[in-house]
């Protein structure tokens, strides 16, 4: 299959389906001398695994990451890094009964009209299993912008259904299963979780991410926009149905007046841009939103057809996530820092000789939600 690969320099090449013996990553391009052991990946792979609460998919996965190659006593040494996770908690058998039958909403027909075969488990390369090695990659992605930039990659749970924030509080993101900022409606969103998996249906989810720190200047126009790349990376992902960068699809309604982020010698009055002006960083938030369609994968019967083009009624069973947007939180901080590292070594290739351009605007006001 093609297109395995996302990234220029810091490029990232993944493999592996979801029930199959093991997914895994190679990496090229890291930067030499990076600090790296295994369980510097356990914590992000523990946000974004399943299991974590009642309210996703109950598939326990050890994630133990094993490094095969690209670390020397510790360190990064520059060449191509290997990381390989197997799987351990597949049970492929759940899917038996609709390895003939297309999934409503789901790849299979794609993957069948593309490719003339298809792996039924659990998706396959298409599962979101898959955005495990991303998210394992931009541990180290994650690592290097801190170190060299203080970049600060950080995400939440933006939206459930029609359920949105009425506060928001960065410190409570992390404090429970949702990723959610406000923490006095955590039981609220138990109970709405809880009486949608009752009645075996799912909800769609917007995720959104912020990047702060970052410097001006990252992004090559006219092809490599850094907010097309940041587009494409985000698209990329599972499920992912739309992105906003900014102020996204409530331009629409903004006049220019109010749209357009005002500049004083104190820095900039908004950031309706997201940080990104022309393609090119503005040394703003890069704020980034993402909206996640509904599962696919239900107990309740569905129309469709199978291999041979005959009417069936398709029932999912299994363990599935009645809203995959509830753990995507880590998989588009994840695409945000594979996104950023590889403009920031593309700007150091050409630019990195130019040095601080007068004036530097200070950051300004930041808006550090996409909601």
């Known amino acids: 299959m093609?297109?395995?690969r996302f990234g220029k320099v810091f490029s990232v090449t993944t493999f592996g389906e979801s029930h199959g013996a093991a997914i895994g990553c190679v990496i090229d391009g890291v930067p030499p001398g990076i600090a790296l052991a295994e369980d510097d990946f356990a914590h992000d792979l523990e946000r974004r695994a399943t299991g974590r609460s009642r309210h996703t998919s109950q598939r326990h996965?050890?994630?133990?990451?094993?490094?095969?190659?690209?670390?020397?006593?510790?360190?990064?040494?520059?060449?191509?890094?290997?990381?390989?996770?197997?799987?351990?908690?597949a049970r492929s058998q759940d899917y038996a009964n609709i390895a003939e039958q297309f999934r409503p909403g789901h790849a299979d027909y794609s993957y069948w009209q593309k490719y003339g075969i298809r792996d039924p488990r659990g998706g396959g390369r298409s599962s979101a299993r898959e955005t495990t090695m991303r998210v394992a990659a931009a541990v180290i992605a994650k690592r290097w912008?801190?170190?060299?930039?203080?970049?600060?990659?950080?995400?939440?749970?933006?939206?459930?259904?029609?359920?949105?924030?009425?506060?928001?509080?960065?410190?409570?993101?992390?404090?429970?299963?949702?990723?959610?900022?406000?923490?006095?409606?955590?039981?609220?969103?138990?109970?709405f979780m809880d009486a949608l998996r009752k009645s075996g249906d799912s909800v769609g989810a917007r995720v959104s991410a912020v990047a702060s720190n970052v410097p001006p200047g990252?992004?090559?126009?006219?092809?490599?926009?850094l907010d097309a790349d940041l587009a494409a990376a985000m698209m990329g992902i599972n499920a992912v149905k739309g992105v906003e960068i900014g102020a996204g699809f409530a331009s629409v309604a903004q006049r220019g007046s109010e749209h357009r982020d005002l500049m004083t010698p104190a820095g900039f009055c908004s950031n309706h841009a997201g940080g990104i002006l022309g393609g090119i960083s503005t040394g703003q938030d890069i704020v980034v939103s993402v909206a996640i369609k509904p599962t696919s994968s239900l107990r309740l019967p569905g129309a469709s057809v199978d291999v041979s083009g005959d009417a069936v009624e398709v029932v999912t069973t299994g363990r599935h996530d009645p809203c995959v947007?509830?753990?995507?939180?880590?998989?588009?901080?994840?695409?945000l820092a594979l996104t950023l590292i590889d403009h920031a070594l593309r700007h150091r290739a050409q630019c990195g000789d130019v040095g601080i351009v007068a004036p530097r605007i200070a950051a300004g006001t930041k808006k550090t939600t996409a909601s």
Do not use: C
């Open 218 to 225: 990252w992004g090559e126009p006219i092809y490599g926009k």
């Open 325 to 335: 947007g509830i753990r995507a939180t880590p998989i588009v901080e994840a695409m």
């Open 145 to 191: 912008l801190r170190e060299h930039h203080d970049i600060e990659v950080r995400g939440h749970l933006a939206q459930i259904g029609e359920i949105t924030p009425r506060a928001f509080d960065w410190n409570a993101v992390e404090h429970n299963p949702f990723f959610w900022p406000d923490a006095a409606m955590v039981a609220e969103l138990e109970a």
């Open 2 to 4: 093609s297109h395995n």
């Open 61 to 89: 996965e050890a994630d133990r990451v094993e490094i095969l190659s690209g670390v020397y006593q510790g360190r990064t040494t520059g060449t191509a890094l290997a990381l390989l996770i197997r799987n351990t908690d």
